[in-house]
């Protein structure tokens, strides 16, 4: 390998694919927007291609950026891996980073979470929730030590694996209020307002599926959104309003009545859920526990 290129160009040009932007990769490093164009343009320098470009929708990754940038994010992975490894033998104290989609954080997470402090309480536990694009980037980035979430496209799971804890279907709420309730057919719902997963979703393709199969287009009077807190509070304060989400998410709304599902058969988006982690990696000894204690909660049946 060149021995010019250094760690903080490989996590630079990680970060900014990851953020498409500049500005925000910038701000995730704590560098100013000068220093990482300057340390991306280094890089690029180095390897003597262009692997982004600038454009009105962000930052584009060219092709020789894509090929690259699995190899930039599994070594820098491998090295904050070991980095790790070295901390957690050296010291009584270890952190793990899990990341978790919505659906999970709503329903499984917190019980895992209390009882994987109560075993490892010396473990500092990181837990962040976001979309499965953002998650899965930093998993193989090293950011994040495991996921927990639905099962992605081929191109969003490369180079991690994956065990599957249960299946769960996607499910579409009104209103308690809302005349949708009387809705059997996606046809009606042209005539309410659908907050439908963002391109990014996990469960977009599912839905989209369903959609085709039985010839209905695009919802046009859509709103597209991965935020639990948006939709909940849209759907919660307008009957005209349809919530298109994982059934997680909404479990603890439905139970308490806040939240009605739609009678609209949805059995075909039934996906699989699960723990994702790189390929090929040694799990840590707090990884694994935490692992152990989401089998031991999805195997009495409480969620799915």
Known sequence: MDRRIKFRHLDAFSAIARARSF??????????????????????????????????????????????????EQSTAALRHGLRSIRAASATAGQLNVGLLPSVASSLAPQVTIAFTQ????????????????LTARLRSGGLDLVVGRLGKPDTMVGLSFQQLY???????????????????????????????????????????LLISQGIPLFQNRI???????????????????????????????????????????????????????AEEVPSVATRVFAKILNEFTAKGAFG
């Not at 809302?178 to 809705?183: E, F, N, P």
């Open 119 to 134: 075993k490892s309480p010396d473990t500092l536990l990181e837990v962040h929730e976001g979309p499965h694009h953002d």
């Open 224 to 278: 597209e959104t991965a935020s639990p807190a948006f939709g909940r509070a849209v759907t919660l304060a307008d009957p005209a309003t349809v919530w298109v989400i994982s059934k997680g998410v909404v479990a603890d709304d439905i139970a308490k009545g806040r939240l009605v599902p739609l009678k609209i058969d949805m059995a075909a988006t039934l996906g699989a859920v699960g723990i994702m982690s790189r």
């Open 167 to 209: 299946s769960e279907e996607v499910v579409i709420v009104a209103n308690p209020d809302s005349r949708a309730l009387q809705t059997r057919d996606f046809e009606a719902l042209e005539g309410f307002r659908v907050l439908y997963p963002p391109k990014d979703s996990a469960i977009r393709p599912l839905v989209a599926r």
């Open 23 to 72: 500005k925000l990769a910038a701000e995730q490093l704590n560098l100013t927007q000068p220093a990482i164009s300057k340390t991306l343009k280094e890089l690029e320098d180095i390897l003597g291609v262009v692997v982004m470009q600038r454009s009105r929708a962000g930052v584009l990754l060219t092709p020789e950026g894509e090929v690259f940038l699995q190899f930039a």
